[in-house]
Every structure is written in structure tokens, then in C-alpha cells.
């Protein structure tokens, strides 16, 4: 199966995850307009990569911000689960002794769970 195949297959799933991790980001509480970039399915850069295990091909979405710095990542794994990461890099908006560092998401097309990486803030 070629790319753009895996890719459509892989669209409604993907702008889900994309709409979960971004409704993470909103539950934080940031000030609408604070957040500069959301996971967009289409907006990512995709490639397959060869699953070490199975042989198989997982399709794996990469976000780059303007200077093309890497902000995220998904990848559809060749067993149907799937693992996400999007950058926030951005103190916690209500809890001050804490740092968002991003927003991880996992499961599969029956179960989408995410939440954010919280540090605790330097002292």
C-alpha cells in the first residue's frame, strides 16, 4: 500500500486525535489567541515507517512550526493503536508552579485518551 493510501485511510481517525489533543490544550484554560499552532491531520508532513517487529508499515505525521523546528508527532502503528505528541511549551495558565510541555495522546479508533506533560516550574 502506498502513502497517500495509508494516508486516506488513516484521515478521520487522525483529525479526531487531532480535535482531542487540541480540546486538551483548551481545557488548560489559555487565553484564546495565546496558542499559537493546533494539530491539523492535513498539516502534517507523513512518511511510512517499517514497524521492526511486524514488517509491517506505520504511517507516522510530523508538525514543524515557521523556522521548521519539530512540534509534534503521530504515528499509526500496523497493530491499529496509535501514540501522539504536540509541544504547548507554555507556563500552566492557572496553576503558576507548573509548565505545560505538551500534550500526549494514545489508544486506538475506540478509545482516544490524552493529557498534558506537566514539569514543575523551576523554583
Not at 481517525?13 to 487531532?18: Q, Y
Not at 504515528?75 to 500534550?103: C, L
Request: hydrophobic share 35%; aromatic share 12%.
Amino acid at each position: 500500500m502506498e502513502l497517500d493510501e495509508h494516508i486516506r485511510i488513516k484521515r478521520e481517525l487522525g483529525a479526531s486525535i487531532c480535535d482531542r489533543i487540541g480540546d486538551e490544550i483548551d481545557r488548560l484554560g489559555f487565553a484564546a489567541g495565546s496558542i499559537e499552532h493546533y494539530p491539523f491531520f492535513d498539516q502534517a508532513r507523513f512518511e511510512l515507517i517499517k514497524d521492526p517487529f511486524t514488517g509491517d508499515h506505520n504511517l507516522a505525521g510530523y508538525w514543524h512550526d515557521q523556522r521548521q523546528q519539530l512540534i509534534g508527532s503521530l504515528q499509526f502503528n500496523s497493530d491499529g493503536t496509535f501514540y501522539a505528541e504536540y509541544d504547548v511549551v507554555r507556563p500552566h495558565p492557572t496553576k503558576p508552579k507548573w509548565f505545560v510541555e505538551g500534550i500526549t495522546a494514545w489508544g486506538s479508533a475506540d478509545r482516544i485518551t490524552a493529557e498534558a506533560k506537566l514539569l514543575p516550574m523551576p523554583e
